[in-house]
């Protein structure tokens, strides 16, 4: 019955930053509406103009704090417009879930696992680990799901951001060393629809947490590093209801024949 607190976590103006700050509340959450909307200044996150800089932060989804622990959490929010109090132009989750919450994709429950590589620099965010200061390390090949200390650098920030994950009641699937050094991998999923994005936003929350303990940055650059060394991504993994039932596989063909025609404006 004691106070708690709760970490909001949102996303910055560049679409990529990741921002937080915490609150106390009375008592132990239950549910979403256990957490008041709250503010920020978003003239400081590239989100508004100086001269009407209130932003407002709408809960959406929480999670165990495996930081705090006890009844502690962590929040991840939408950003709204505190005048008109609609998504702002950076909360793309706003759309995403509006298309998710249409009776049609609903019913074809939409599956996601998400492969999120990512780099780990030293703490000036020059340098891969396992790399030396002025040069390059040996060839590729050794590093991709490596062991040993010759080999698998940084391996003390994936397995303890693997378990934080767990803890939060993340649907990590599992975690591998990269083809490049000081490079790793863990998989989100399988996942349903918009809750897959708000998970893998939450995880790379707690990894980015999780790398400041150990004097560490995280990189998500596609190429961290010029030249003939592995880039870095986010392999995703689909299917539908259709897709996963007898002759699903005609669906599935017929989903590339539709993502073909505008393959150039994913790309």
């Known amino acids: 019955g004691g106070k708690v607190q709760v970490e909001y976590i949102w996303i910055g103006g560049s679409g990529l930053d990741l921002r937080a700050k ?10 979403l509406k256990d957490i ?14 100086g001269n009407y800089s209130e932003i407002f932060l709408k809960p959406v989804k929480f999670v165990p704090d495996p930081f705090r622990r006890g009844d502690n959490i962590i929040c991840l929010c939408e ?11 950076t909360n793309n989750r706003s759309d995403a879930n509006q298309i998710f919450t249409d009776k049609k994709v609903v019913n074809e429950e939409p599956w996601y696992g998400i492969e999120q590589e990512y780099t780990l620099f030293g703490p000036e965010g020059n340098t891969p680990l396992g790399w030396p200061n ?4 040996a060839p590729q090949g050794p590093y991709y799901c490596s062991v040993g200390t010759n080999f ?16 939060a009641g993340i649907d990590i699937s599992g975690i591998n060393a990269e083809v490049m050094a000081g490079q790793w991998e863990y998989q989100i999923g399988p996942s349903v629809g918009i809750d897959s994005g708000d998970q893998m936003w939450l995880s790379r929350y707690l990894l980015n947490r999780v790398a400041e303990d150990f004097g560490a940055i995280v990189s998500y650059e ?9 880039g870095a991504g986010a392999h995703t993994n689909y299917s539908t209801k259709s897709m996963r039932a007898d002759g699903g596989y005609k669906v599935i063909l017929d989903a590339i024949k ?10």
């Open 36 to 49: 008041p909307n709250w503010n920020y200044d978003g003239s400081s996150t590239g989100q508004a103009e």
């Open 22 to 31: 915490t609150r106390t509340l009375p008592k132990k959450v239950e549910s």
């Open 258 to 267: 539709k993502l073909e025609k505008v393959h150039d404006i994913h790309m």
């Open 79 to 89: 950003c709204l417009d505190a005048t008109t109090m609609k998504a702002i132009p």
């Open 222 to 230: 596609p190429k961290p590093i010029k030249g003939d060394w592995n």
């Open 152 to 167: 698998a650098h940084g391996r003390q920030v994936a397995e303890a951001h693997y378990r934080a994950c767990l803890y």
């Open 134 to 137: 002025n040069g390059f390390p």
